[in-house]
Nanobody
Framework: QVQLVESGGGLVQAGGSLRLSCAAS????????MAWFRQAPGKGREFVAS????????YYTDSVKGRFTISRDNTENLVYLQMNSLKPEDTANYYC????????????WGRGTQVTVSS
């Protein structure tokens, strides 16, 4: 089993930056992929970015391209989401998620960390 714990959320003004961290413990075997999702009040969960722990291949949703960067530190089993030029519409609860290579769905989830961007 894999446990994921997020940290780094908070309140920031529009245009500011935050860095989220996700610590993974357990069996993150070769091919494990980790991602960030977010959910704003009254809205569904939205994919933000993902990264392969072995390959480093990244994907982003269009609305964060050029502003957010996902990265990993395999020695510490950490995944980061650097968020720059934050906008009020980025306000949401951000969740870390993980899946194995042969799984279509993300099966491991953290409890989330709140990000609030004030205008």
């Amino acid at each position: 089993q894999v446990q994921l714990v997020e940290s780094g959320g908070g309140l920031v003004q529009a245009g500011g930056s935050l860095r989220l961290s996700c610590a993974a413990s357990g069996r993150t075997s070769s091919g494990y992929r980790m991602a960030w999702f977010r959910q704003a009040p009254g809205k569904g969960r939205e994919f933000v970015a993902s990264i392969g722990l072995s390959t480093g291949t990244t994907y982003y949703t269009d609305s964060v391209k050029g502003r957010f960067t996902i990265s990993r530190d395999n020695t510490e089993n950490l995944v980061y989401l650097q968020m720059n030029s934050l906008k009020p519409e980025d306000t949401a609860n951000y969740y870390c998620a993980g899946r194995y290579r042969d799984s279509a769905d993300y099966v491991h989830w953290g409890r989330g960390t709140q990000v609030t961007v004030s205008s």
